[in-house]
């Protein structure tokens, strides 16, 4: 069964730091590309960014909102996934969620998705 | 960036009607549509990717369509289960920078 667990949420200040992590089992995580989306509150989904398998060199996309700020990153032999956020911004408060993409069957689909984390930026 | 225009916002319906949601693209991205349920306070499912595939494990009354900018997702005859938040995702763009729809939030009549 595949299983995406976030962690690392909590409350920071404006221009702080918080990394987060997805833990993930029950699929080879190394062959696929893995990818952070985030909710604000009440809000609809928004794409932070992405980083792709072993064999396209592990190479990352994000967002223009959080680029410069956000980096992620991967360690395939822990079967980790994680998004460093420096710089925070009130605005970038909200439920974060890594998904699985997939581009084998799929056409780029998110077909699993973590149970989120809440990041909450406040003074 | 492609813009994702969903409509309606918003939808009040009753159990065994007919629903139809559907979504504009900016820019043809072919096929490259998915569209997603959510919950409250659940993450969102997968109900049908690359326009018009059946995600495993999702009933068949869920449809989509479409091709280009213009596509659809269709619920044949609604249930009480279906009631929640619906949002069409573009993943086309290369490299990526994946956009989703502003949600369609159906809502029992």
């Known amino acids: 069964e595949v299983q995406l667990v976030e962690s690392g949420g909590g409350l920071v200040q404006p221009g702080g730091s918080l990394r987060l992590s997805c833990a993930a089992s029950?699929?080879?995580?190394?062959?696929?590309?893995m990818d952070w989306v985030r909710q604000a509150p009440g809000k609809g989904l928004e794409w932070v960014g992405h980083?792709?398998?072993?064999?396209?060199?592990?190479?990352?996309e994000y967002a223009a909102s959080v680029k410069g700020r956000f980096t992620i990153s991967r360690d395939d032999s822990k079967n980790s996934l994680n998004l460093q956020m420096n710089s925070l911004k009130t605005e970038d408060t909200g439920v974060y969620y890594c998904?699985?993409?997939?581009?084998?069957?799929?056409?780029?689909?998110?077909?699993?998705w973590g149970q989120g984390t809440l990041v909450t930026v406040s003074s | 960036d492609i813009q994702m225009t969903q409509s309606p916002s918003s939808l009040s319906a009753s159990v065994g009607d007919r629903v139809t949601i559907t979504c504009r693209a900016s820019?043809?991205?072919?096929?490259?549509l998915n569209w997603y349920q959510q919950k409250p306070g659940k993450a969102p499912k997968l109900l049908i990717y690359?326009?018009?595939g059946l995600q495993s494990g999702v009933p068949s009354r869920f449809s989509g369509s479409g091709s280009g900018t213009d596509f659809t997702l269709t619920i044949s005859s609604l249930q009480p289960e279906d009631f929640a938040t619906y949002y069409c995702?573009?993943?086309?763009?290369?490299?990526?920078?994946?956009?989703f729809g502003q949600g369609t939030k159906l809502e029992m009549k």
């Open positions: 998904a699985r993409k997939d581009f084998y069957d799929r056409s780029g689909a998110f077909d699993y």
């Open positions: 995702h573009q993943s086309y763009s290369a490299p990526p920078e994946d956009t």
């Open positions: 980083i792709r398998n072993k064999a396209n060199s592990h190479t990352t």
């Open positions: 820019q043809s991205i072919s096929r490259y």
């Open positions: 029950g699929f080879t995580f190394s062959d696929h590309y």
């Open positions: 690359a326009a018009s």
